[in-house]
């Protein structure tokens, strides 16, 4: 007799699993693993903040008209304030930059005693040849693109003084995946205290309306305690151009300052107050920042022009106070220091250049153990009858759902410990570099704020709640479960994102963008690649070293790619050696490797840089990755229909 019952128990056990594979192992693509850089870089301990740029090289920023003077805003410093400006060693090497700085060839100059008279003729042409070769390099690697890594360490121990690493590599080098070549240490910066604040400032320069090159400032605070008096100092890094300074070949892993190429031009400031700094941000040349138990939300600061060399760490240049914002309510008051928050500028597009912060923090309830995201935009607006400007109130944009915070306790009956509610969720911002778009990941949420002018052409005049028309909102597919961001990136064209977890796992979204007849810009972002480190234990000694410390997005042309046994693999397994062997892409119809396409560099760890194209995909079947990630629930479920179906057969 046909044991009917046991087989359609086993048709319908092997159905409902070949539905579970389909569902949740199909849908999401594996980009295309183009560059695999082996060398590793040791650290005592992993970096506190790592930042990746790409950037070629220039001798001042572009995007200043002033080119004796590079630094900050429209107004110079006037006399007497801040540190003396301009050396006559500052000048001259303001000029231009030797040639062989920046390519890491040291070029020995030997410099003979001059009488008095002749050492201003020979600083002449000095500065002459130094024009001549800026002239001649810009020729020849004028569009060279470099990577630029940037580890920064907040102190040396408890409480010692902070540090950063700069390193370098040519972009060219990692797109055929050169692995002759390695990391490059550019320098080590100690700075005179424990850092504080670190915050980077992107921006593309445009010439005829085409993009040309990046503009990237990176802001370092301290803190400096001299007897009983303390201040916040500001060291901002200009990338791409360099100064002048004494080199040495033995700067090992040493957290003392020590040049093995010339650095970043630089420039040290004094911040105004003493009270403790909690927010902070550089935007090009104007910095937003916050203090605790203050009487407004924040302050504006803008940099001043300087001489190069003008400043250093013994003799920093004096900001005056800044400009202030809108004042905080006695009741938020108290909610500050329970507060998490960052702050952003909105570009403006009016005629009188009003000045818009986006502001956005997670405010933790802790006697009621809960926490919530919020964000607001404070505009400063220019009354039309006296020219005057003056803020408006705080402008709630959205707020989440309240969330139960993280709760470690113990059961009294079973005497053993558990955990419930939701992970706090730090905020931060994904900008676009041109402005036109700010993007915050909450949990499975993604906020937009598309400040777009077809946007702005719709608002009323002088409308206190513009932005409230310019926001959408889109939601990460669900099945991925609870998802904690900590860090992203956008490419230039702002349909990319690429979004990393708490859990070492890379998500990549994209979206489209709508004709100019449709109410909205794009489509929502939608989940369309995932990669995902199988083989990361955060409780391993190893963790550190595949944790991901930096990751950017850029526009390059990949000309090779890394064979299939190691195409699905972020990283190989402990006891494995590192495969990464390169072989060139065969030429076929459907892959153009001529043009230029988006590439994810991320950083780990351990130093080691790995290269994905995201707009080619491996070309294997997802279920079969989600078989192989998830064999141990299809065994089981496997194993249960077996037991059903033997049990019917008896």
């Known amino acids: 007799m046909v044991p009917w019952r046991a087989l359609g128990m086993l048709a319908f056990g092997l159905a409902i699993i070949f539905m579970f594979v389909r569902l949740h192992g199909d849908g999401y693509d594996f980009p295309v693993k183009v560059a695999n850089m082996k060398d590793e870089l040791e650290f005592p301990r992993p970096p506190d903040r790592t930042y990746l740029e790409v950037s070629s090289l220039h001798p001042q920023d572009q995007d200043d008209d002033d080119k004796d003077a590079i630094g900050g805003g429209d107004k110079r410093p006037e006399p007497g304030t801040g540190a003396a400006v301009g050396s006559k060693e500052g000048l001259k090497f303001g000029v231009g930059w030797h040639s062989q700085w920046h390519l890491g060839k040291k070029k020995k100059v030997v410099e003979e005693e001059e009488p008095p008279s002749q050492k201003e003729e020979a600083t002449t042409v000095v500065e002459k040849q130094l024009v001549d070769e800026q002239a001649k390099d810009e020729q020849e690697h004028g569009d060279e693109r470099w990577i630029w890594m940037t580890n920064i360490w907040h102190s040396d121990g408890d409480c010692g003084s902070g540090h950063l690493r700069q390193y370098r590599r040519r972009l060219s080098d990692v797109m055929v995946a050169d692995n002759a070549t390695k990391w490059e240490l550019m320098y080590t910066h100690k700075l005179p205290g424990p850092i504080t604040h670190t915050s980077l400032s992107r921006r593309i320069i445009k010439k005829d309306g085409e993009r040309t090159t990046e503009s990237i400032r990176l802001a370092v605070v301290y803190k400096v305690i001299q ?3 303390a201040a916040y100092h500001s060291r901002v890094y200009h990338f791409g151009v360099f100064q002048k300074q004494d080199l040495r070949d033995d700067c090992g892993p040493s957290t003392e300052t020590c040049h093995r190429q010339h650095p970043f031009l630089s420039f040290d400031y004094v911040l105004p107050g003493t009270t403790l700094i909690k927010e902070f941000t550089l935007e090009h040349d104007t910095i937003l920042y916050s203090r605790l138990s203050d009487t407004v939300q924040f302050r504006t600061l803008q940099l001043p022009k300087l001489k190069v060399g003008s400043t250093s760490p013994t003799r920093p240049f004096a ?25 952003t500028k909105i570009p403006s597009k009016t005629k009188n250049n009003d000045l818009h912060i986006l502001m956005a923090h997670v405010q933790e309830y802790r006697e009621r153990g809960e926490w919530d995201y919020q964000v607001s935009v404070s505009t400063e607006l220019t ?5 005057l400007k003056k803020w408006l109130p705080q402008e709630l944009q ?16 079973m005497d053993e410990p558990y955990t419930y509610g939701t992970a706090v969720q730090n905020p931060f911002v994904v900008k676009a570099a041109d402005g036109s778009s700010f993007h915050l990941p909450v949990k499975g949420t993604i906020m937009s704020l598309e400040n777009n002018e077809k946007l702005w052409s719709r608002r009323k005049k002088n409308d206190p709640y513009l932005f409230r028309s310019m926001w959408g909102s889109s939601m990460i597919d669900g099945s991925l479960g609870a998802i904690i961001t900590e860090q992203g990136v956008i490419n230039d064209a702002n349909d990319v994102m690429v979004l990393k977890t708490s859990g070492s796992s890379i998500l990549v979204l994209k979206r489209d963008f709508l004709p100019e007849d449709e109410d909205r810009i794009s489509t929502p972002w939608r989940l369309a690649m995932v990669m995902s480190d199988r083989y990361y234990d955060p409780t391993s000694p190893t963790a550190a070293s595949r944790n991901v410390l930096a990751m950017r997005i850029v526009r390059a042309r990949p000309t090779a790619t890394i064979k299939a046994e190691e195409a699905l693999e972020m990283m190989p397994k402990e006891d494995e050696d590192d495969k990464g062997d390169v072989s060139v892409v065969e030429e076929e119809e459907s892959v153009v490797l001529d043009k230029e396409r988006n590439v994810l560099l991320m950083v780990y760890g351990d130093g080691k840089m790995r290269g994905y194209d995201l707009e080619r995909t491996v070309e294997e079947s997802p279920v079969l990755m989600f078989l192989d990630e998830k064999y141990h629930v299809v065994i089981g479920m496997l194993a249960v229909v077996v037991a059903f179906v033997i049990n019917e057969a008896r």
């Open 227 to 229: 007897d009983e008096h």
């Open 319 to 343: 900001l005056s106070s800044g400009a202030m914002g809108p004042f905080i309510s006695c009741p938020d008051k108290k909610l500050v220091p329970q507060r998490t928050s960052f702050l």
């Open 383 to 387: 009354e039309a009858m006296t020219g």
């Open 398 to 413: 959205w707020i989440s759902p309240r969330h139960p915070s993280i709760t470690h306790e113990t059961d009294m009956m």
